[in-house]
């Protein structure tokens, strides 16, 4: 079972996120929070693996929170939810040791499988975030110089959702390019990261920049 706090001042997102996470078997909401400093004090004393944690809240804000379960409690993986994904909140929320970063607008389904993602080690983030990211990586590095040879080893339906995760497109969206379910989609991110021992997507976008498979224009 995995054990998570939600943290957001707002208690009607508070009771549907519970809402959502109580439906699944596997994840139960051990604590609620209303700013940052309660989030890390419920995290500890609840065990939690998970905090949802919103960033602008009274208080305590969510960075200051990340910042503090850091400290409290670092095996505790947070992903910050919020209406938000400003460039200043996505940085400060990593640099702070958040190991995801999604928007409220998330599809419910989506949510509860980044929520055992990253408890699994993984991270996660919006795919807006990770565009802004590796936009900002590509800014201060040369590519092209890496060769292509481990992209080799993907079947072409592989290379054709590795190209799509390349070009910044969400699951639901290559589902619908390539005329595949959410889950399928799924199914061959994880094959991929795995094949080519890559973390998350963020590092997949790196790898084609690096290999000359995808080009700012191709975005």
Do not use: W
């Amino acid at each position: 079972m995995i054990r998570i706090v939600i943290a957001d001042d707002q208690d009607l997102i508070r009771a549907g996120l519970q809402a959502i996470i109580d439906a699944e078997p596997d994840l139960e909401v051990v604590g609620q929070a209303c700013d940052g400093a309660e989030a890390a004090r419920v995290a500890k004393s609840c065990d939690a693996d998970i905090v949802l944690m919103d960033i602008q809240m009274p208080g305590t804000d969510g960075l200051a929170g990340i910042a503090a379960l850091a400290e409290s409690r670092p095996e505790t993986r947070v992903i910050v939810l919020t209406m938000y994904d400003l460039d200043d909140y996505v940085f400060r929320a990593l640099k702070a040791g958040a190991s995801g970063f999604l928007l409220k607008t998330t599809p419910p389904e989506e949510l509860t499988l980044a929520i055992r993602d990253i408890h699994e080690g993984r991270r996660i983030f919006a795919p807006s975030v990770t565009d802004r990211l590796v936009r900002s990586y590509v800014s201060t590095h040369d590519f092209g110089r890496v060769s292509s040879e481990p992209l080799q080893q993907l079947s072409v339906r592989e290379r054709e959702v590795f190209d799509a995760i390349a070009r910044g497109m969400s699951n639901a969206e290559i589902g619908k390019e390539l005329f595949l379910s959410e889950a399928t989609v799924k199914t061959y991110v994880t094959r991929i990261l795995a094949k080519l021992r890559l973390r998350d997507r963020v590092q997949a976008v790196i790898l084609a920049y690096e290999c000359g498979a995808v080009s700012d224009q191709d975005r």
